[in-house]
């Protein structure tokens, strides 16, 4: 089993700069696809960006994509997400969460695909 803690989010303007972080305890961090998913207020969660066990596949969702930009340290256990340009339609509560894979170049895309999941960290942006 694997622990997630989220960190990074806050409050920003449009057009600035966060970066989340992710980090997991518990078992090797190896066999772990990873997502950054998202859910507003009133919206079903989302796939915002997913990287598979290796670090080399990557998936963003179309609203996303160019301005977010996740990675992964397998080394350190943490998985982050850059996110640039941020909208107010960014505005979610982001949560980590990690796929159990023996594929090392999977990406997984769905909720319920996903094992593990972190307790959120509030992104805001206001215009």
């Known amino acids: 089993q694997v622990q997630l803690v989220e960190s990074g989010g806050g409050l920003v303007q449009a057009g600035d700069s966060l970066r989340l972080s992710c980090a997991a305890s518990?078992?090797?961090?190896?066999?772990?696809?990873m997502g950054w998913f998202r859910q507003a207020p009133g919206k079903e969660r989302e796939l915002a960006a997913a990287?598979?066990?290796?670090?080399?596949?990557?998936n963003y969702a179309d609203s996303v994509k160019g301005r977010f930009t996740i990675s992964r340290d397998n080394a350190k256990s943490t998985v982050d997400l850059q996110m640039n340009s941020l909208k107010p339609e960014d505005t979610a509560v982001y949560y980590c969460?990690?796929?159990?894979?023996?594929?090392?170049?999977?990406?997984?895309?769905?909720?319920?695909?996903?094992?593990?999941w972190g307790q959120g960290t509030q992104v805001t942006v206001s215009s």
């Open positions: 969460a990690a796929a159990v894979t023996h594929a090392s170049e999977r990406i997984y895309y769905t909720a319920d695909q996903y094992h593990y």
């Open positions: 518990g078992r090797t961090f190896s066999g772990y696809a």
């Open positions: 990287i598979s066990w290796s670090g080399i596949s990557t």
